[in-house]
């Protein structure tokens, strides 16, 4: 065997072994990507399946406190639909129930519930089961510690909507907003009553057509940088740019997510708990997704567009289909208004499946290049008569350009 076949045996062989391990490495990559979206998938699903954050078309407000209690504090913990009580005095204040019978205590000393209240069944408190006995909500209050925290949450049949069909009047149509009703909750602190008062409202679930269409125009565009020839690195740092994007509009949700299921609201309490340990699917493909994106806004170019599927896929699935129930009910589990987190959500999906679907487009150029370039290093001799045959273009070439200057040319 001559050197030169020697030399095009072994050159041949290398560039199949480095296809292969192409081909087997974009294998482990589709499969990491189908893992990671069965996880994403099934972990919404089972969390739903609890009494957290879910999405809903009733919209609780608390419109007054009056008079104002300094240091005692309400709000509606939108994803769960109860009410919360915070109290940062020394002294404790006391909540009514139907009957006007002390009900709930909250104070320094942590929370108790009143086991004779007839109020008091097992929705009442998360967590908190009642003890079979008889009720009186004329006798002496017995309290029952439930909470060693100057905070509780409630569900109270005033504030929400408990059956489970809608009023007659939203289902006659329920494409309008009704209001359905007002409520107050009276409270005891020391001498004085204090009423919070609210309203209960349903909502109209938003029409997902100029999501879908925003959301679909934005992937394609993205996506249409995967069609740019494989050579070209410039697309691989820009898909960085969406890719990152999409890292931090989902770590914002998960973030705000965190701060309506948590106790005190932002970055307090347990935030940090309901973040990384409720949210830990949105979380984690943030993160990835910002790293990624970091990496290939930075980083070498060597195999980024790996990443980058993984990360899009990732972040798309765990963080954008995971939340899609805010395209279907008006009001999302979180503290901002609905129309931003849907635009979270929708940045999240429609981003990062671009960047994934760009990314993949690519992987499959360098694929067919990869391929060109094995099946011409396995056969020499049309790698010779591929090479013959450009350089007679090059000749070709150079003889029209001569004739167009009136430059005589000599063939042989």
Known sequence: ??????????????????????????????????????????????????????????????????PALPGVSVRVVVGEDRLELSNSTDRPVVIMGYKNEPLLRVGPDGGYANTLSPSFDDRLLPGV??????????????????????????????????????????????????????????LHDADQTVIVRGTLDWLPAPRTTPWLAGGLLVLTMIAVLGLVPARAGWPVRLLGVPLTLAGLAATGYAAAAAADAARGGWFVGDWWKHFALEQTWALFGGLAALIAGGWALVGRRTDREFSLALAGVGVAVMAGVANADAFLHSVVPVPVEGGWARLAVAATLSLGAGTAAAAALRLRAIGLTGRAATDRAADPDAAADHGAADQDALDQNAVDHANADGTPTITS
Do not use: N
């Open 1 to 66: 065997m001559s050197t030169r076949a020697h030399e095009s045996s072994r050159t041949g062989a290398g560039a199949r072994l480095g296809a292969g391990l192409r081909r087997y490495g974009r294998l482990a990559v589709a499969a990491a990507c189908g893992v990671i979206a069965a996880l994403g998938v099934a972990s919404p699903a089972s969390a739903h399946s609890t009494d957290l954050a879910k999405a809903t078309d009733y919209r609780i407000r608390i419109t007054a406190v009056e």
């Open 129 to 186: 089961t009642t003890s079979p006995g008889p009720t009186d909500a004329a006798a002496a209050p017995q309290w029952r510690k439930v909470s060693d925290a100057s905070v509780l949450r409630w569900h109270d049949h005033r504030a929400h909507w408990a059956g489970t069909v809608p009023p007659p009047a939203v289902a006659a149509d329920p494409g309008r907003f009704h209001h359905i009703w007002d409520w107050s909750v009276p």
